[in-house]
């Protein structure tokens, strides 16, 4: 239960690096210099941080006795096999399932690890994945969805009669955007969750350690920020906008019924165009329209992001220099050790 349970927020918050995982393969660089340019992502889990590079991904997870452990892996990315995937707007909704699916895997590893000499907990199979994917689902369409909807009826019922459709949706907008925040805000004071928030940080860190072409070390990680443009945090704020936007093609008169499920199914569109916002602002930083389009996300890193110290700093560098061994095409260019 205390798996299942913390999968389930851990889900919701894995959420926020899940875009940046897809935005290391879908920004390829060239072969030949791609140990300089590529993008880097990763998520936090347990006592750990998960890396992805091109082709590969590293778990490091703090082992109860100090140890670390490591698991690796190369990647294959399924619009390689279908090239069809790979159109905008459908592209986002594959990427963000894919790395999904890989940041439950690196989050069941991670808790595996990290409480294994505890409570002797063996590594979960492919369908208690699944059962804690769809408690994290139930519970985001129930939190962020069926009951902001709920409330907006009611308000419309009860206080606003008269609002047009763009005034309901706005309004139900603004109460599942307060939802999101007072939820992410609350579970970020427990103490499993804010050591989350700190390997975040670490991961972010050591990200733009490598970015500026630094050799990975604890020293240079340590003096970088833990806000960074490409985090999934901004993709989930630009989620809220368009969500706004789409809803407003249902009518707010149809059923209540038609309404929920209308927004359920239209969530891998909100997906696939929040990702090519957010693919694109991370591509023209330059600009001051797409600075000041993911201000929000880095405003709310300061919640998802905690300052680690230098035992986190070590695993996030350990996890990037592995995953790193995937994609080196000449060593003595990589920015690692």
């Not at 994917?133 to 419309?156: D, K, Q």
């Not at 000041?292 to 110290?309: F, M, S």
Request: charged share 15%.
């Amino acid at each position: 239960m205390r798996r299942l349970w913390l999968g389930g927020a851990k889900a919701i918050v894995g959420a926020f690096n899940a875009l940046t995982n897809g935005l290391t393969s879908s920004m390829p660089a060239a072969a030949g210099d791609r140990n300089v340019d590529m993008l880097i992502g990763g998520q936090a889990v347990i006592e750990g941080v998960m890396m992805r590079s091109l082709t590969g991904y590293s778990v490091a997870v703090r082992q109860p006795d100090g140890g670390v452990a490591i698991k690796q892996d190369k990647l294959v990315s399924i619009t390689k096999k279908y090239p069809f995937l790979r159109f905008p707007v459908l592209r986002g909704s594959v990427v963000l399932i894919q790395s999904l699916i890989l940041g439950m895997r690196a989050l069941n590893y991670s808790a595996t690890v990290s409480s294994a000499n505890e409570e002797g907990e063996q590594e979960m199979s492919n369908w208690a994945i699944a059962g804690s994917m769809g408690l994290a689902l139930l519970l985001g369409v129930g939190l962020f969805i069926l009951a902001p909807l709920g409330l907006t009826n009611l308000i419309r019922h009860y206080l606003l009669p008269g609002m047009g459709n763009i005034s309901y949706n706005a309004i139900d907008g603004v109460i599942r955007a307060l939802f999101f925040f007072v939820y992410i805000l609350s579970i970020s004071y427990m103490d499993e969750i804010r050591r989350v928030f700190q390997y975040h940080g670490a991961e972010h860190k050591t990200v733009y350690t490598f970015e500026a072409h630094e050799e990975l070390t604890v020293e240079n990680a340590r003096t970088k920020s833990t806000l960074h443009p490409r985090c999934g945090t901004s993709f989930l704020m630009f989620v809220m906008a368009i969500s706004i936007l789409v809803f407003s093609l249902v009518p707010s008169t149809m059923p209540f019924a038609v309404k929920f499920l209308a927004r359920v199914v239209l969530i891998p569109l909100i997906a696939g165009l929040a990702y090519e916002v957010i693919r694109f602002s991370a591509r023209h930083l330059n600009s001051a329209a797409c600075r000041a389009l993911i201000k929000p996300g880095l405003w709310l890193q300061r919640i998802t992001t905690k300052e680690p110290d230098d035992k986190q700093l070590e695993i996030a560098i350990v996890a990037l220099k592995t995953a790193l061994t995937y994609d080196i095409v000449e060593p003595a260019q990589a920015a690692v050790a």
